[in-house]
């Protein structure tokens, strides 16, 4: 039985094509340490991809091999590749064997665009979940003009703020 699993401690056993999307949509692009996630045939050979955009492929009796500025849909096929058993189409990617190799300048400006937007998304998600600004005050930073969320004594960018320790990106 094949399954995959994450830094965080979740697996997930036989998932089809779309559970293991989903498992892999849920890295969190901004989580270096646990943002990993493998997939494991029965046999145990592995395929584990980490945020930073690296693969590694363990193949059983094999030393294990890296691929470099890996997207998630390339790691999506070969996961499919592995639990179907065909490990001559995951030979004909240009592994590298020895250390991890370092990602070049423009795969880590990929990545870094990918964490932003991730970010943006993970923002806006929170700020629209803050619900209108029907409150009965002002908000109470000095100069806004806007009015109160619920259960909060400002409005939702000065909430945001307050609560993630950065400026808020949106104004809507
Ligand atoms: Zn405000």
């Not at 259960?151 to 945001?160: D, G, I």
Request: aromatic share 8%.
């Amino acid at each position: 039985m094949h399954y995959v699993a994450n830094g965080f401690g979740d697996d997930l056993d036989s998932p089809s094509t779309e559970q293991m999307q989903s498992f892999l949509d849920a890295l969190p692009l901004n989580d270096i340490e646990h943002g990993a996630a493998w997939c494991v045939d029965a046999d145990g050979n592995c395929l584990e991809y980490e945020v930073g955009g690296n693969l590694t492929y363990e193949h059983i009796g094999v030393p294990a091999r890296h691929l470099a500025g890996v997207e998630k849909k390339t790691v999506l096929k070969l996961w499919q590749l592995l639990v179907d058993g065909k490990f001559a189409e995951i030979e004909s990617e240009p592994w590298q064997s020895g250390v991890r190799p370092t990602p070049s300048t423009a795969e880590v400006l990929r990545h870094e665009e990918e964490m932003r937007e991730w970010q943006i998304s993970q923002d806006l998600e929170f700020y629209d979940s803050l619900g209108a600004e029907h409150g009965a005050s002002r908000c109470r930073a000095s100069t806004c003009e806007r009015r109160t969320v619920a259960h909060s004594v400002f409005c939702r960018s000065h909430h945001f703020e307050k609560i993630k320790g950065r400026t808020c990106p949106f104004v809507h």
